[in-house]
């Protein structure tokens, strides 16, 4: 066989098994893993780098409205690019249904968004804000089976947030129709009770974001949408967990026989609630929900990934500019930290902070790493085995990896449309310097070699933790 294009005497590194070969590519898939694969129209040199499948980032919101005068910093061009500089092939990205309107006018306008503009795959979670009998009896089933296999619900922020009598009918419909749900766990009534009590003390400065939110708000939650899938019998994913209360809600969850999956993120890893109280509105830039709690809280988070009670990294990708009237420093958000826009950017930092302090600092091998990265994501939110790992037959997206290269990161390298990053000045060890997408290069040294965008959109299956489809 002649290969469109061969990687050469690279590392190939799965989420089960590390092993020397050579990658043959023919017609965008995967053809081949052997020794001494030479004829190729293009062969690209990988000796001292890792061969591993391209980020799967689950977690992404692009071009997402925000609220009156916010402007979200990405769309699905700038957003998709800088996914791409960071190393992922692939984000699954929210479409957010307003109240009154239908799933299918929703879909409608985020497809039109990312026509023709995303440097990487896509897809789309559904954001259930208006559980309707028509929504839920009709829309989402017939959804579900055109590809879009899982949604997203919350317990806050009002006018999202479900009551629990919604949010049952909604994982109820899930059930049946093998829907995959994540729920944002936040006690709105106590997040409000305690920003009235804030207010009434003349507390607006961003840092008291963090107090109005607190780890017990967090925790209620996570055990009530845990009680509430139990009750209904469903596979859930707990997004965006940020200490060892709500992680150990999982953890009993799984105990007593819950199909149950866990997600972090890089903010909990690396940022703590000091960030928050950074003088001359600095602390602005670290507003997000949850927000990042203590110094034992970042341990915890990191000994839920080293025991796989988090099957997911994710970014949660929500990106704001600072100094912008439309983002982070809008009048109102200058003056009380509840109008400061909920969110960070992280979807390019995300796979080179865990490669750098989980796997060069010995925290997980470098299995793990690919597994809550990209094939886990791929598992759950049915694109495997296309996407997710390097085996004959699956897609070549595919990153490669140089363990050596040393990076500081600046905000210019990561292109999005965030105008600052929370990581600035992070020194990194480990870096994505080649991507393909398909097998065709759209990163190269680093940089981008494709100013169109050349990703797809992607129909998903059902999950994994539903029963196989025919």
Not at 196 to 209: D, M
Not at 226 to 235: H, K, R, W, Y
Request: aromatic content about 6%.
């Amino acid at each position: 066989m002649r290969f469109d294009t061969v990687i050469r005497h690279g590392t190939v590194v799965t989420a089960s098994d590390t092993f020397v070969s050579d990658v043959g590519i023919k017609d965008g898939r995967i053809a081949a893993l052997a020794a001494d694969l030479t004829d190729a129209d293009e062969v690209i040199d990988a000796t001292g780098l890792f061969v591993m499948p391209g980020g799967i980032d689950s977690h992404v919101h692009l071009d997402q409205p925000s609220g009156d005068g916010i402007v979200m910093a990405d769309d699905f061009d700038s957003g998709t690019r800088s996914a791409a500089i960071g190393g992922n092939s692939t984000v699954l990205a929210f479409c957010m249904q307003e109240k009154g309107q239908s799933l299918r006018e929703a879909l409608k306008i985020y497809h039109a968004k990312a026509e023709g503009k995303c440097h990487v795959n896509v897809a789309f979670h559904l954001v259930i804000t208006d559980p309707t009998p028509e929504v839920l009896g009709q829309e989402l089933p017939a959804l579900v089976e055109d590809g879009y296999t899982s949604l997203k619900v919350f317990m806050t922020y009002e006018g999202l947030r479900l009551r629990d009598d919604e949010i049952l009918a909604t994982l109820d419909t899930a059930r049946r129709t093998g829907a995959l749900v994540m729920v944002h766990c936040e006690n709105e009534d106590a997040i409000r009770y305690l920003i009235g009590r804030h207010e009434e003390e003349g507390k607006f400065a961003p840092k008291f974001h963090a107090t109005t939110r607190p780890v017990a708000a967090e925790r209620e939650a996570t055990h009530r949408a845990l009680s509430l899938a139990e009750i209904v019998d469903v596979p859930i994913v707990i997004v965006h967990v940020s200490n060892r209360e709500a992680m150990e809600e999982i953890r009993r969850a799984r105990q007593r026989g819950q199909k149950i999956v866990g997600e972090t993120c890089p903010q909990y890893l690396m940022l703590t609630a000091d960030d928050l109280d950074r003088s001359e509105m600095e602390g602005a830039k670290y507003v997000c929900s949850p927000p990042p709690r203590d110094k034992a809280s970042q341990d915890a988070c990191w000994e839920g990934l080293e025991q796989g009670v988090f099957d997911l990294f994710s970014s949660d990708h929500c990106p704001f500019r600072f100094d912008d009237p439309e983002g982070k420093l809008n009048e109102q958000g200058k003056r009380h930290f509840r109008w400061i826009p909920n969110g960070i950017p992280g979807v390019a930092t995300r796979l080179p902070i865990l490669f750098s302090e989980g796997v060069m600092k010995g925290r997980i091998d470098i299995n793990q790493f690919v597994a809550v990265t990209s094939t886990n994501h791929a598992k759950l939110y049915g694109l495997y085995p296309r996407k997710g790992t390097i085996a004959i037959g699956a897609d070549a997206d595919i990153a490669l990896w140089d363990p050596n290269k040393r990076i500081t990161l600046t905000n210019d390298i990561l292109l999005h449309g965030a105008d600052y990053t929370p990581y600035e000045g992070q020194e990194l060890r480990g870096w994505p310097v080649h991507l393909l997408l398909g097998g065709e290069t759209i990163v190269k040294d680093g940089l981008l070699t494709q100013r169109d965008g050349r990703g797809s959109y992607l129909k998903r299956k059902r999950s994994s933790l539903f029963p196989r489809e025919a």
